[in-house]
Nanobody, 129 residues
Framework: QVQLVESGGDSVQIGGSLTLSCSFSGVRYSSYSMAWFRQVPGKERQGVAAIDTDGTTVYIDSVKGRFTLSQDNAKNILYLKMNNLKPEDTAIYYC???????????????????????WGQGTQVTVSS
């Protein structure tokens, strides 16, 4: 059974930085594709960044150059480093996992919510002036 626990959400000022962490428990972390999604009230959950089992990373255009994925395979932790935060980054951020390679990530560079079967509870990120 896979369990995901996010941490690191906070309130920051515009231009600030945060690092979110997703602690993965289960079996064979390295065999799972991982992603970060975010959601604001009244809107659909949006894929922000993802990493496939072979290390392929994908970012949505609005965060490219500002957000960076990394992972500690020894500790089974996925990180999302967020720099130059903007008010539109305000959301609940969710970590997601799915076993195996996802063609959508590798071949299409897309992050589909429906392809991820395991989810964390979310962590709030608020960016304000």
């Amino acid at each position: 059974q896979v369990q995901l626990v996010e941490s690191g959400g906070d309130s920051v000022q515009i231009g600030g930085s945060l690092t979110l962490s997703c602690s993965f428990s289960g079996v064979r972390y390295s065999s799972y594709s991982m992603a970060w999604f975010r959601q604001v009230p009244g809107k659909e959950r949006q894929g922000v960044a993802a990493i496939d089992t072979d290390g392929t990373t994908v970012y949505i255009d609005s965060v490219k150059g500002r957000f960076t994925l990394s992972q500690d395979n020894a500790k089974n932790i996925l990180y999302l480093k967020m720099n130059n935060l903007k008010p539109e980054d305000t959301a609940i951020y969710y970590c997601a996992a799915q076993g195996g390679t996802l063609t959508s990530i590798q071949a299409l560079g897309l992050i589909y919510e429906s392809e991820f079967g395991y989810w964390g509870q979310g962590t709030q990120v608020t960016v304000s002036s």
